[in-house]
């Protein structure tokens, strides 16, 4: 399976103190993108209304499997795409659009390496209570659809930077972003396999 994920916007460097927001801000974009996939994908788009335990839909069997509780006990649900059960292989080649000029993106608005750190945790979902903000998730990501229940399922990643040439847009900022992230999935379905053999 292949796709293509947007993400425009701010891209921080990972710092002593965790980028809570920034990550969520990240899944947000991708969140109903990942959606329009589970939604429209030959390969994930059939009925699951009656596959699940309770007749679930099966973004609320995931949601209520995958979930985080914040501090306050607000608790965030998650769909992964990738999952330690249908993990069989992922790699990701970004295309990586700033507006600095060539070699200036260790110098401006932090180091690759710590940005992209930001961009793994935005891809998975959160795993221990610190990593989700204290309030009630949104209702409209509720879950959230994300790529990865964990970071580790990323067997390769390429990365090519260039320029970004469009002007600063309203409410965006100098060192906004875009990334073309292009996600090469393989997935294992044990109820399919065993079914053909």
């Known amino acids: 399976m292949e796709f293509r994920l947007i993400y425009r916007g701010a891209l921080p460097a990972e710092t002593n103190k965790p980028r809570t927001k920034s990550k969520r801000e990240i899944r ?6 990942l959606k329009e ?3 429209s994908h030959p390969a994930l788009k059939v009925d ?8 679930r839909p099966f973004s609320e069997y995931f949601g209520d499997k995958y979930k985080v509780v914040s501090g306050g006990n607000h608790i965030h649900r998650f769909v992964p795409l ?9 790699s990701l080649k ?5 507006r600095d000029m060539p070699g200036g993106i260790v110098k401006h608005g932090g180091d690759i390496d710590n940005r992209l750190k930001v961009l793994f945790d935005a891809l998975r979902m959160p795993r221990e209570t610190q990593e989700v903000e204290d309030f009630p998730q949104p209702a409209d990501e509720n879950p ?7 970071d580790q399922y990323i067997d390769e990643v390429a990365i090519t930077t260039d320029r970004l040439l469009s002007p600063v847009g309203a409410g965006g ?9 292009h996600v090469a999935a393989s997935l294992y379905d044990p109820e399919r396999d065993l079914a053909a053999r």
């Open 37 to 39: 996939l589970w939604n």
């Open 94 to 98: 970004i295309l990586f659009l700033r």
């Open 173 to 181: 900022a100098i060192h906004d972003v875009v990334l073309v992230i």
């Open 28 to 33: 947000s974009q991708i969140h109903p993108q």
């Open 48 to 55: 699951r209304g009656n596959v699940y335990p309770g007749g």
């Open 144 to 150: 959230c659809f994300c790529l990865l229940a964990d």
């Open 82 to 90: 990738i999952t330690r059960e249908n993990y069989h292989g992922c």
